[in-house]
T-cell receptor, first 111, second 112 residues
Framework: RKEVEQDPGPFNVPEGATVAFNCTYSNSASQSFFWYRQDCRKEPKLLMSVYSSGNEDGRFTAQLNRASQYISLLIRDSKLSDSATYLCVVNIRNTGNQFYFGTGTSLTVIP | NAGVTQTPKFRVLKTGQSMTLLCAQDMNHEYMYWYRQDPGMGLRLIHYSVGEGTTAKGEVPDGYNVSRLKKQNFLLGLESAAPSQTSVYFC???????????FGDGTRLSIL
């Protein structure tokens, strides 16, 4: 069983739409959670950390549900520049603080 | 501020050849990581280091060795390259365990 599972998509949405991605993790000892974005043939870049109380950064909102072991990312008012692959990342402290990545969810925002 | 720098950016090897990938960070981070990324798969951890002079195995360590002789550098070695090691390799660093990672821009390695 994979540590982190994501719907690979692709998600194709029009500009201005709201889109949500979900991610589930299998290890209840998971401690830290992140969303990264990765553009084609580029390195992953941190989008936002995910906190237990939920957090927002502009048009992006992240939520964590520890009981159900899932993480979500909501993007409002989608821009063309949001087109990328979004990676869900989990850190598990009792594995030596290793990070586990989902395979990513592909988003294309259409004019 | 360079952040995380990887060299080389591209390399083509023949089966059985050896090479070393270099990762350098100027952020004084304690933790450093080597990942590989293959189509349809998430990034997978090869080896990591929690500080100068330390290394540990990740999810897919076979066929690779690493060294962290200086805090700012983390080297990944392939002793006898195999076609299965064709991949994009990313180095990352973080200031603490569990903290957000900063990535280099990758090394594209092809083994024929």
């Amino acid at each position: 069983r994979k540590e982190v599972e994501q719907d690979p998509g692709p998600f194709n949405v029009p500009e201005g739409a709201t889109v949500a991605f979900n991610c589930t993790y299998s290890n209840s000892a998971s401690q830290s959670f992140f969303w990264y974005r990765q553009d084609c043939r580029k390195e992953p870049k941190l989008l936002m950390s995910v906190y237990s109380s939920g957090n927002e950064d502009g048009r992006f909102t992240a939520q964590l549900n520890r009981a159900s072991q899932y993480i979500s990312l909501l993007i409002r008012d989608s821009k063309l520049s949001d087109s990328a692959t979004y990676l869900c990342v989990v850190n598990i402290r009792n594995t030596g603080n290793q990070f586990y990545f989902g395979t990513g969810t592909s988003l294309t925002v259409i004019p | 501020n360079a952040g995380v720098t990887q060299t080389p950016k591209f390399r083509v090897l023949k089966t059985g050849q050896s090479m070393t990938l270099l990762c350098a960070q100027d952020m004084n981070h304690e933790y450093m990581y080597w990942y590989r990324q293959d189509p349809g798969m998430g990034l997978r951890l090869i080896h990591y280091s929690v500080g100068e002079g330390t290394t540990a195995k990740g999810e897919v360590p076979d066929g690779y060795n690493v060294s962290r002789l200086k805090k700012q550098n983390f080297l990944l070695g392939l002793e006898s390259a195999a076609p299965s090691q064709t991949s994009v390799y990313f180095c990352a660093s973080s200031y603490r365990g569990g903290g957000p990672q900063h990535f280099g821009d990758g090394t594209r390695l092809s083994i024929l």
